[in-house]
């Protein structure tokens, strides 16, 4: 049930977050990186201790969010965001998501002097890390040189050039048969059925 934990053990976020901005200096500002829905900008609003809380993510498009300043579209690797801007940068469940070098000195670089981080990730043994990498290996494997979205794209370019394509149909279906006794995921499944 808690499998995303390291051990298996659950996280009362919203009490770690609450004790984690008790221990900002007042009139913070909070940065919260890859903030999504603002869960975590929230609890940094909610803190009565005056702070100025911005959210940044990737997405173009999230509900605003009362009393948080939303900078929408920004990746964690490029952030459009003055030097040394911010006391405290915190994520929940989205900072490992980012380039993480490239992320962490972006982090590094807004980050005032003497700053605090706070950073929630998926323990590495935790189903959702398992299941990330299962699927990057599952499409890494499908989409590698003689495998089926290679063969097809082939055949797609000859069937376009006017060239023959019978040998390349037959290494087409000899693919999609080895595809078809593989583990697939929603996202291969539809690649290699479509």
Not at 140 to 159: I, K, N, Q
Not at 180 to 192: F, L, M, S
Request: aromatic share 6%.
């Amino acid at each position: 049930m808690h499998s995303c934990y390291a051990a298996g053990a659950p996280v009362a976020h919203a009490a770690l977050w609450r004790a984690f901005f008790a221990s900002c200096p007042p009139c913070a500002r909070v940065l919260d990186l890859a903030c999504g829905a603002g869960a975590v900008a929230c609890v940094a609003r909610d803190a009565e201790r005056g702070f100025d809380v911005t959210g940044v993510d990737f997405a173009t498009e999230i509900k605003s969010i009362d009393g948080v300043k939303l900078v929408l579209g920004a990746p964690l690797e490029a952030l459009p965001l003055p030097d040394a801007g911010f006391d405290v940068v915190v994520s929940q469940y989205g900072f490992e998501y980012a380039d993480v070098e490239p992320a962490s000195r972006e982090l590094a670089r807004v980050l005032a002097p003497g700053g605090a981080v706070a950073l929630v990730v998926h323990a590495r043994e935790g189903a959702p890390v398992q299941d990330i990498a299962g699927r990057l290996a599952r499409a890494r494997r499908m989409l590698a040189p003689g495998r089926f979205a290679d063969v097809v794209l082939r055949l797609a370019d000859a069937l376009m050039a006017g060239a023959p394509t019978e040998s390349l149909a037959a290494e087409a279906e000899a693919a999609r048969a080895v595809e078809a006794k593989a583990e697939h995921d929603g996202t291969t499944r539809a690649c290699w059925r479509y």
